[in-house]
Nanobody, 123 residues
Framework: VQLQASGGGLVQAGGSLRLSCVGS????????MGWFRQAPGKEREFVAA????????IYADSVKGRFTISRDYGQSVVYLQMNSLQPEDTAVYYC?????????????????WGQGTLVTVSS
């Protein structure tokens, strides 16, 4: 099982980025998916998650209204659209597969993780 995250980069505060996570349909089609992030010196934290069919989403309070998670079921891709980025959003962002079909906030509920993509927001 492999998840490939991409789309990170350097952006100025107020800018936008879209992250993508590609997984095989066979391994993720019935699973919820999520994005987590880890800033330097901090623990990994939940960002957003989506249900198996894209019908349900949840967000961390810190990104609600700025970030949008979505998935292209047919292409087995999960996106994280990030708008109004702030320096505190700087982190390595990881996509992960939920053991269940619903979205979840706990990292322990995820069984496969991508390699991470770095997002740096300059002030």
């Amino acid at each position: 099982v492999q998840l490939q995250a991409s789309g990170g980069g350097l952006v100025q505060a107020g800018g936008s980025l879209r992250l993508s996570c590609v997984g095989s349909r066979r391994t993720s089609s019935n699973n919820g998916m999520g994005w987590f992030r880890q800033a330097p010196g901090k623990e990994r934290e939940f960002v957003a998650a989506v249900s198996w069919n894209g019908g349900g989403t949840i967000y961390a309070d810190s990104v609600k209204g700025r970030f949008t998670i979505s998935r292209d079921y047919g292409q087995s891709v999960v996106y994280l659209q990030m708008n109004s980025l702030q320096p505190e959003d700087t982190a390595v962002y990881y996509c992960a597969r939920n053991r269940r079909s619903v979205p979840g906030r706990e990292a322990s509920g995820y069984d496969y993780w991508g390699q991470g993509t770095l997002v740096t927001v300059s002030s």
